[in-house]
């Protein structure tokens, strides 16, 4: 079985610093592990992808996530928040090694950024 | 840049009532997909399509639902007797390929309300 786990609800940071959105995974085998944001009246947009290769994966928008396969995490970050990020961030996981098709979703993380 | 679109966006609908929601994936992608949020949970899988056949399928896509492909360009998710519980926002998605590493490019949904 494949899950994933986003701890935060809410996470309310101010322009101009960093953020950091949190995921962990559960998967039997090895991950492939996505990021998606949803702003108000839209659809789930892609961010970024943890596929093999480097840890640091870099996305669309100046986002970035960390592959971190000992602590089972894949949390999204950007080094300088602006307030047109505020959106609702999904994390998702898809189980390489049982070949399933689906996506596994978070429960979502809304972040704020205050100006 | 080329993208997933659903028709329509609000649908209201009486309890036992059929509905058919519309997707129209990118054009050159060659896998479908239905997912759904209801209000305040997580985003789920409902099923996968390929070649006129559902790939995958979760425990949520009973007997009440059918997907089709009736044309080179459409994709149709039929709930044939809705329930109050139907109610959600129910998202199409479409990738090039089957591979774990494939993207799944998302519709903006459509929102389903069953009275």
């Known amino acids: 079985a494949q899950s994933v786990a986003q701890p935060e609800d809410q996470v309310n940071v101010a322009e101009g610093n960093p953020l950091t959105v949190k995921c962990t995974y559960s998967?039997?085998?090895?991950?492939?592990l996505f990021w998606y944001v949803q702003y108000p009246n839209r659809g789930l947009q892609f961010l970024l992808k943890?596929?093999?290769?480097?840890?640091l994966v870099k996305g669309s928008y100046g986002f970035e996530a960390e592959f971190n396969k000992s602590q089972t995490s894949f949390h999204l970050k950007k080094p300088s928040a602006l307030v047109s990020d505020s959106a609702l961030y999904f994390c998702?996981?898809?189980?390489?090694?049982?070949?399933?098709?689906?996506?596994?979703f978070g429960t979502g993380t809304r972040l704020t950024i205050i100006p | 840049e080329p993208e997933v679109t659903q028709t329509p966006s609000h649908q209201v609908t009486q309890m036992g009532q059929e509905v058919i929601l519309r997707c129209v994936p990118i054009?050159?992608?060659?896998?479908f997909y239905w997912y759904r949020q209801i209000l305040g949970q997580k985003v789920e899988f409902l099923v996968s399509?390929?070649?006129?056949?559902?790939?995958?399928k979760s425990e949520i896509f009973d007997d009440q639902f059918s997907v089709e492909r009736p044309d080179g360009s459409n994709f149709t998710l039929k709930i044939r007797s809705t329930k109050l519980e139907d109610s959600a926002m129910y998202f199409c998605?479409?990738?090039?390929?089957?591979?774990?590493?494939?993207?799944?490019?998302f519709g903006p949904g459509t929102r389903l309300l069953v009275l």
């Open positions: 943890y596929i093999t290769g480097d840890n």
């Open positions: 054009s050159n992608h060659l896998y």
């Open positions: 399509f390929y070649n006129n056949e559902i790939s995958e």
């Open positions: 998605a479409s990738s090039e390929g089957r591979g774990g590493a494939e993207t799944q490019y």
């Open positions: 998967v039997s085998g090895n991950p492939y």
């Open positions: 998702a996981v898809r189980d390489i090694d049982f070949g399933n098709e689906k996506l596994t």
